[in-house]
């Protein structure tokens, strides 16, 4: 009976004695521990419910992520992807390196990536002075796997995929830039114009297919020509741009007479004004052009050179 009563008495106690004993706090799991752990899952299963602004926000982004846009190959074999057309997808597998290269010059400013346990990014550069590119170096830990990469530079964010498989994988991987070409395209379009400006007349003729072998002699006239040049059948006389049409000289031809004494006589020519030129239906050998009258004449005279075209 003795025993019983103690054996009972010990039962009772054992309750409170386990309430008395601490218990050490359990620290809260780390997600980043449970992406290695198949038993603990830090995703809901439950669906968000999303608004009609966010649905069509949402079918944006898959239709620009599923834009068939392929890469091309570059003469070094790098994969090239021309920016801001679609989702860049990049390959990688483990034990192997993947390169993505950016434009010369550019400089990143951060990097984010969605699986940063699993997945190694690391920068690197190559070059020097404007030429110098930086790279980003990708390497996963493990196959099967799929995550993205933010990189924000001074220029501009590039979006893109990253995937893992056990043995496929893309050594190196930069881009083509719409931007770039444009430039390309606007400097090759000043330079032609710049070409046109310092070989091509307003009149519209090149200079070298042109005849310049012509003299100004006489008074400095205000109207005085800039240039003298023929096209083999008509005579360019170019004037000055601010020369009013009130002060624009008539023009005659002068014949192959005359001498110390005596002046060549005066003919009409047929001519007409172009702009700031005057347009000669031949090729002058000797002619005038004249202003004003008596003393106050002013004159300029042109003479088509021995050997001209």
């Given at each position: 009976m003795r025993l019983k009563c103690a054996l009972s008495l010990m039962f009772v106690a054992m309750p409170a004695l386990a309430d008395s004993i601490p218990v050490p706090a359990l620290e809260p799991l780390d997600p980043q521990d449970a992406q290695f752990s198949p038993a603990v899952s830090v995703l809901s299963n439950q669906p968000a419910k999303l608004t009609p602004k966010e649905k069509a926000?949402?079918?944006l982004s898959k239709k620009w992520t599923s834009r068939a846009d392929m890469p091309a190959a570059g003469e070094d074999g790098?994969?090239?992807?021309?920016?801001?057309?679609?989702?860049?997808?990049?390959?990688?597998?483990?034990?192997?390196?993947c390169d993505i290269a950016l434009q010369a010059g550019e400089v990143i400013n951060d990097i984010n990536v969605g699986d940063a346990v699993r997945w190694k990014i690391a920068p690197a550069t190559s070059g020097s002075g404007a030429e110098k590119v930086t790279h980003v170096v990708v390497k996963p830990v493990d196959s099967g796997l799929s995550t993205n990469l933010v990189i924000s530079t001074d220029r501009r964010s590039y979006f893109i995929k990253l995937v893992s498989t056990k043995t496929d994988w893309m050594p190196a991987v930069a881009f083509a830039y719409p931007d770039e070409v444009k430039r390309e395209w606007a400097a090759?379009?000043?330079?032609?114009?710049?070409?046109?400006?310092?070989?091509?007349?307003?009149?519209?003729h090149r200079l070298t297919e042109l005849d310049f072998e012509f003299a100004l002699s006489g008074d400095n006239p205000s109207w005085r020509p800039v240039r003298v040049y023929s096209d083999g059948t008509k005579t360019f006389i170019q004037f000055p741009t601010a020369m009013s049409s009130a002060d624009a000289p008539a023009l005659v031809a002068l014949g192959k007479d005359g001498g110390l004494f005596t002046e060549a006589s005066e003919q009409l020519v047929?001519?007409?004004?172009a702009g700031s030129t005057y347009v000669v239906d031949k090729v002058l050998s000797k002619a005038a052009l004249i202003s004003g009258i008596g003393s106050a004449q002013e004159r300029v005279t042109i003479t088509h050179k021995v050997g001209g075209r």
């Open positions: 926000a949402l079918g790098t994969v090239r992807f021309l920016f801001g057309s679609t989702l860049p997808s990049v390959v990688c597998a483990p034990l192997y390196v090759y379009q000043q330079q032609e114009q710049r070409h046109q400006a310092a070989t091509i007349l307003p009149t519209g047929n001519y007409r004004l």
